[in-house]
């Protein structure tokens, strides 16, 4: 039984596990494939996915994961080493592998960032990518799609489908630009940092992502850690996101009032809501441990020297300098790096930081190579900067005697 032709004529569809099966074995014989996907984030602890469309030589597939019980098979397809897996912006593509089979693709080529590294914009769209570099156009339409829904129209299948239908050549053009401009190991660098972080935040832990815990005390970031935890497993519990449990502004004003007592914890506004009382326990008892935790055990107490606040003007004014020399080598300043990393670097080099701390990202890998000599040769007087043509878009020129 073959797979369902659609009604363009342009791509199979795949309905059943059967259907995958041949699927997969068409695209084993493959050195290379590239895949996208459809999901719904916001309703479920996890990203829901709906569609899965595949793409490599002779073939163009979508796969309708809401009827396909097992794609195991196709997910290991991407764990082989003699395998590339090409992808736009992967990290949901990644974060499904790894929650499926707790394994990454071997090979994985990221167009997006692939794009940064040969050009000045990023992180860039899909259309925007493949109008800049292979002058083509792309489907707009269905942008708002819930793709739960069923049955998908022509339209909708025809839209999911455009998102690969030019990955490959993508790939082929943009690894060669990186090859003409010797920036081959800089993208597998980049890649292999990606993934790790990726893989990072989906298997960790990252309870620091809450929003507005700068300026707590050592106490309230042990009990936003407690309750973030909390949160999160009463989120994957529900299977719901996390931010419908509680509210990050509503997690650090518990923290801020350190306070177990569910009478003054259900005073707080917002805390009102009738599912929360329901789960006014458990969240009473992980404030409690947070404030439990001995001093010497809570998290925060850096180590370093407060950097003088110069620092915070000299990063923001060289990376300006940087982000104009990053678009004349036609790479992303985006991509190199922010204000803050600048900053986390001039610390660095002016000892505002222990030794042992973790290099910034702009101390190491081919971030050292562009930006790291030049910031040397800035501290000691060995290059300059001053403004050239006002009416240029990057005004500062670096001069080397």
């Known amino acids: 039984m073959n797979p369902a032709r659609s009604t363009s004529d342009s791509f199979d569809t795949v309905t059943t596990d059967s259907q995958l099966k041949q699927l997969v074995e068409r695209l084993s014989a493959h050195p290379h494939l590239a895949f996208d996907t459809e999901f719904v984030s916001e309703h479920t602890y996890r990203s829901q996915l709906c569609l899965l469309q595949v793409a490599a030589p ?49 090979s994985l080529f990221d167009v997006q960032v692939a794009a940064g590294l040969v050009d000045h914009d990023y992180p860039s769209g899909y259309a925007s990518i493949v109008r800049r570099f292979l002058n083509l156009p792309t489907n707009k339409g269905e942008t708002r799609t ?37 920036r081959t190991a800089w993208m597998e660098a980049e890649m292999a940092t990606w993934q790790n972080d990726v893989e990072e935040s989906f298997l960790r832990k990252r309870w620091r992502r809450v929003s507005g815990l700068n300026g ?26 996390p931010k419908r449990v509680l509210r990050d502004d509503l997690l650090v004003e ?6 177990a007592d569910q009478q003054q914890i259900a005073a707080i506004r917002g805390m009102q809501r009738s599912d929360l009382r329901h789960i006014m326990h ?49 790479i992303a300043p985006a991509l190199v790096g922010t204000a803050s990393d600048m900053r986390d670097l001039l610390a660095f080099k002016l000892g505002y930081r222990e030794s042992d701390d973790e290099s910034p990202l702009l101390a190491s890998g081919w971030r050292e190579q562009l930006v790291g000599s030049l910031v040397d040769d800035l501290l000691a007087g060995r290059a300059s900067l001053r403004i050239c043509d006002i009416n240029s878009p ?8």
């Open 58 to 106: 002779g073939i163009l597939a979508v796969i309708d994961t809401l009827k396909v019980s097992e794609l195991d098979s196709f997910w290991r397809l991407l764990t082989d080493p003699s395998r590339t897996t090409v992808v736009h912006a992967g990290r949901e593509e990644m974060g499904f592998i790894l929650h499926a089979i707790q394994a990454r693709p071997a």
């Open 146 to 182: 819930d793709w739960r829904q069923r049955p998908l129209s022509a339209a909708q299948l025809e839209y999911a489908v455009d998102d690969v239908r030019h990955l490959e050549q993508l790939w082929r053009h943009l690894q060669g630009k990186l090859e003409t401009s010797g």
């Open 216 to 241: 707590l005390s050592r106490r309230e970031l042990a009990v936003a850690r407690e309750l973030w935890h909390w949160r999160d497993s009463v989120a994957e519990s529900r299977d719901m996101p």
């Open 254 to 259: 518990l923290c801020k009032r350190k306070s």
């Open 282 to 330: 458990g969240l009473s008892q992980a404030i409690a441990r947070g404030l439990e935790i001995p001093e010497n055990e809570c998290p925060g107490g850096e180590r370093h020297r407060a950097p003088p606040p110069q620092l915070a003007m000299l990063g923001q004014f060289l990376a300006t300098a940087i982000a104009g020399l990053c678009r004349q080598m036609q």
């Open 394 to 401: 990057d005004p500062l020129v670096v001069d080397r005697p």
